[in-house]
């Protein structure tokens, strides 16, 4: 059994920066990819960035000049490092685990909102 859950999320300012955390544990060993994804207020769900058993992260286009995944493996944390916020970015930040059995283990969420 896997679990997740993210933080780290709050009200920051246009061109402010923010880092959220997630947080896996149980099987760890069973996770091949964490994912971030974001859903805005009345939009669908949107990926964000990956990271995978090769190390390194990939990014949605419009996000990797200002967004960054790095992992603490000591911790178990995955962090999702945004800079220059837009009011734009202000959605519900989650976390997804993927195992090798097939299953995903999301996260509750974390809000992040940019305002002035």
């Known amino acids: 059994q896997v679990q997740v859950v993210e933080s780290g999320g709050g009200l920051v300012q246009p061109g ?3 880092r959220l955390s997630c947080e ?4 760890i060993s069973s996770i091949y990819a ?10 669908e769900r949107e990926l964000v960035g990956v990271l995978g058993d090769g190390g390194r ?17 000591a911790s178990n944390l995955i962090y999702l ?12 930040y989650y976390c997804k685990a993927s195992e090798y059995n097939n299953k995903e283990t999301w996260g509750q969420g974390t809000q992040v909102t940019v305002s002035s």
Do not use: C, E
Request: a positive charge; zero cysteines; aromatic letters at 8%.
């Open 16 to 18: 402010g920066s923010l």
């Open 57 to 73: 992260p990939v990014y949605a286009h419009a996000l990797r000049d200002r967004f960054t995944i790095s992992i603490h493996n």
């Open 81 to 92: 490092q945004m800079n220059s916020l837009k009011l734009a970015d202000t959605a519900v």
């Open 34 to 43: 964490i994912t971030w994804y974001r859903q805005a207020p009345g939009k």
């Open 24 to 27: 896996v544990s149980g099987n």
